[in-house]
């Protein structure tokens, strides 16, 4: 996250008319001469019952068919066995949106400097990749100066980690930092917990090629000082980050990033925690890795 993006982290039923009448409609005996009631109806016929049961068992055997239609076809495979799914585009070139499912494919094995490495090189690796990123740019080690370097060189190409510590270094200032409550070194106060984290909710390949993606990441942020005291309490904001990742070193790598607001979808009526609730939830609940 850059110092610009901090207020995309830090600021954070209608029930349908019934369709059908109310009435209710009662069925009195059939009475001789009755114009609406009829002569009494004998028994159905055993045939028709028959048929009905024959025709029950004809559907949900269809239904079963169908159901299982999705699954038991062979998939087509993509970059190392990848799922038609996982394509980034269609035959137009345009985007096409692929499923928030699992692929149920463990993304990592391995970690450097206590972020997920080593991604696979297709189009899963590549989202599981920017989706790790975003976490990792989105902590709190970046505003500390010693920690942003060492993510900064990690994530970023060669080329790109050149470029990006200097403009970082200013933007994360003292007076920056001071504005968030930290000290010059980017800590809190003693008594307080500084929160900064990025949620992915969603990724999505819009560009591909066989050293290069193009990944978006939608994902909720949140940023703020857990005390008290604090003028700057912990708020939750919605964007997206996207990533022009390039295949460098045996691993993806980010050659350059942006972000944008939203979307985000309309707030809840949740309740507001109190400073020591949240603290208490950033101490006990860890992050993940995140997997396409």
């Known amino acids: ?50 048929v009905t049961v024959v025709a029950v068992v004809v559907l949900l055997v269809a239904a079963i068919a169908f159901a299982n239609r999705g699954t038991s076809g062979p998939q087509t495979a993509g970059p190392r066995g990848s799922t038609g799914a996982d394509a980034a585009s269609g035959a137009d070139g345009a985007p096409r949106s692929a499923p ?49 370097h060492t993510l900064v060189d990690l994530l970023y190409t060669p080329e790109a980690a050149a470029k990006q510590r200097g403009p970082m270094d200013r933007a994360y200032s003292a007076d920056f930092l001071k504005r968030m409550g930290l000290d010059a070194d980017g800590r809190a106060p003693a008594g307080q917990t500084f929160v900064s984290r990025a949620i992915p909710v969603g990724a999505t390949v819009r560009q591909y090629g066989a050293d290069r993606a193009d990944v978006a990441v939608w994902y909720v942020g949140l940023i703020g000082m857990s005390a008290r005291a604090s003028t700057d309490p912990v708020t939750s904001s919605w964007s ?53």
Not at 18 to 42: F, S
Not at 101 to 127: E, I, L, N, W
């Open 1 to 50: 996250m850059s110092p610009g993006d901090e207020h995309r982290y830090g600021v954070p039923a209608r029930a349908d008319d019934d369709l059908y009448g109310g009435g209710t409609r009662t069925w009195l005996p059939d009475r001789p001469g009755d114009p609406y009631g009829g002569a009494r109806r004998g028994p159905r016929s055993s045939t028709r019952g028959l």
């Open 100 to 148: 928030t499912a699992a692929t149920g494919r463990q993304p990592v094995t391995t970690k450097a400097g206590g972020v997920p490495s080593g991604f696979a090189h297709d189009q899963q690796g590549a989202q599981s990749a920017a989706s790790n990123y975003a976490v990792a740019l989105g902590s709190t080690g970046m505003f500390q100066k010693d920690a942003r």
């Open 240 to 292: 997206t980050w996207t990533f022009d990742l390039r295949w460098a070193a045996g691993d993806w790598k980010i050659a350059s990033d942006s972000q944008h607001d939203g979307p985000a979808p309309v707030p809840g009526d949740d309740k507001a925690a109190t400073s020591d609730q949240i603290r208490q939830a950033i101490e006990e609940y860890g992050g993940f890795t995140y997997a396409r």
